[in-house]
């Protein structure tokens, strides 16, 4: 090994990995001048705190939401295209890039002016208006994962050797097409989980007290719980992203891994 | 996006967009620029460096596949964790700061600012590095062995082989991956504004100050300031779609 590889890469753990120590070193410490090292006080903080469950709950329901409308709107939609308008493949392409170039700061300064006036039960709820912009948000990652996933599969072959068995569409769907793609759209799932539980842009441009929004809260207000509190949501992300690495070995779940979280 | 062209009563109007070209609106998108241009020009280069050390021959296979793995989840990190990991690190109390200051060298008696522009571009290499690394990683495979081996067989020497043959097939793809480098950090607002308190004079903590704060004169500014980073972003995708199919040219 050659010894300016060995500098780079010595220089990047240290980058990479300080900040890291540096919040384990802060989550372990007690809120007073002078005290021992190392605590598990803060830990306890965040588990007997009322509103760390409450957003964290609305965080994963919101997540469990994006993905469950995600997919429905897009496996049946991406199946279609690839079996019968395989022209259209590069417009939705197209359009799956847009998030990219309307990044969440302006999204939500449109979707606010849009939506404005919509019923209470749509507007003023999570499960409305901020699922709608989840799946808006999620919708590239699901699209390119899903995409990768149906270009592995021979899609017209299964579809008619079950079709010729005699299967509705239901069943080609549900029981041919939905196994054979597994993987992909397990990897599109623990992205879209990645995303919204970091979500913070549209959350609080939109007044909605989601997880990140009580993270930012509490590191305004009390130091050292943050500490524990931001170390919970690294091994949060951690734990996604690994499970999303996972699935993606099998065939063709591999795509772009940038999230909207920043 | 039509908001951005209309006055309080709604009547179209251009002096929104007039607006962005003045004080204080046009320094706000200087910042912004001079962030997202010195953490994607500074990200590019040390991710190329970084990742070319972990691809070359001679670096044993697990560290760059731990590498990877690494960038695939830090490129995820960003927002509001990602601020707090830098305050516990290099902020007044941070564990950085403390070192140093027991070394005898005190950063913020030197001018040192988390909270500072400075501050803002250190946090955002945490994951401008990592996505330059994923990025550039298939192009740096794309340097083939042969074409060193041929190159020394010729007789050029390691700078030769960089100036004449490495760089120039590096180039479409680097400067690809600092424009995405650069429309990732244009974009970002969440780790800017914690590590602030919003502070900082960039666009996206300006449009939100017009939601979140008192100051709810008029919308349509925002609207305006929101327009303007939609189309610094769609020149970015105009320069960078060509420049990704040039470098295709040399990937497998």
Not at chain 2, 75 to 81: C, K, L, R, T, Y
């Amino acid at each position: 090994m050659a010894p300016s590889a060995y500098v780079w890469l010595l220089l990047a753990a240290a980058y990479f990995l300080i900040p890291l120590y540096a919040t384990l070193d802060f989550s372990l410490k007690e809120n007073k001048a002078g005290a021992p090292c190392c605590t598990a006080h803060n830990y306890g903080w965040v588990i007997h705190n009322g509103d760390f469950w409450h957003t964290i709950k609305i965080s994963f329901l919101l997540a469990l939401e994006t993905i469950v409308i995600s997919l429905i709107l897009f496996v049946p939609t991406i199946y279609w295209v690839h079996l019968k308008l395989p022209r259209l493949r590069p417009v939705i392409a197209f359009l799956a890039l847009i998030p990219f170039i309307v990044p969440p700061i302006v999204m939500v300064v449109g979707l606010l002016r849009t939506f404005k006036g919509t019923p209470h039960w749509f507007y003023a709820e999570p499960w409305g208006f901020l699922a709608g912009a989840y799946v808006i948000l999620a919708f590239p990652y699901m699209f390119f994962s899903l995409d990768a996933g149906f270009r592995s599969i021979d899609v017209h072959t299964l579809t008619e050797a079950s079709q010729s068995l005699g299967a509705k569409w239901t069943t080609t769907l549900f029981r041919v097409i939905l196994p054979n793609i597994r993987s992909a759209a397990l990897a599109a799932s623990f992205l879209t989980l990645a995303i919204v539980l970091g979500e913070f842009t549209i959350a609080n441009l939109a007044a909605f007290h989601t997880f990140p929004i009580f993270l930012q809260y509490v590191n305004e207000s009390q130091g050292f719980p943050a500490g524990a509190l931001t170390l919970l949501s690294f091994v949060i992300t951690w734990a996604a992203m690994l499970s999303l690495l996972l699935v993606g070995r099998k065939r063709g779940a591999r795509s772009a891994l940038i999230t909207g979280a920043r | 996006m039509l908001g951005a062209f209309q006055d309080k009563a709604d009547h179209a109007t251009l002096a929104n967009i007039r607006l962005l070209f003045q004080h204080p609106y046009i320094d706000a998108y200087k910042t912004s620029l001079e962030i997202s241009l010195v953490t994607a020009v500074l990200g590019g280069i040390i991710g190329l460096l970084v990742a070319y050390a972990a691809i070359r021959e001679g670096t044993p296979g697990f560290v760059r596949s731990a590498l990877t793995t690494f960038s695939g989840v830090a490129a995820n990190f960003g927002g509001i964790p990602l601020a707090f990991a830098w305050i516990a690190t290099l902020g007044p109390l941070g564990v950085v700061t403390v070192w140093l200051r027991n070394l005898g060298w005190d950063p913020s008696a030197h001018g040192f600012q988390l909270f500072s522009k400075t501050g803002v571009e250190i946090a955002y290499m945490y994951f401008q590095l990592p996505l330059m690394i994923l990025v550039i990683a298939p192009a740096i495979d794309g340097l083939r062995r042969e074409w060193r081996e041929a190159a020394a067989n010729l007789g050029a020497k390691q700078w030769q082989f960089w100036r004449y043959v490495g760089i120039p097939v590096l180039m479409p793809s680097l400067l690809g991956a600092i424009i995405l480098l650069f429309g990732n950090s244009f974009a970002a607002y969440a780790t800017a504004y914690s590590l602030t308190s919003g502070s900082v004079n960039i666009v996206p903590i300006l449009i939100s100050a017009y939601y979140t704060g008192n100051v709810l004169d008029n919308p349509h500014i925002a609207q305006a300031l929101a327009f303007g980073m939609f189309i610094v972003l769609a020149l970015m995708m105009i320069i960078y779609i060509p420049l990704q199919r040039r470098a295709a040219r040399w990937s497998k």
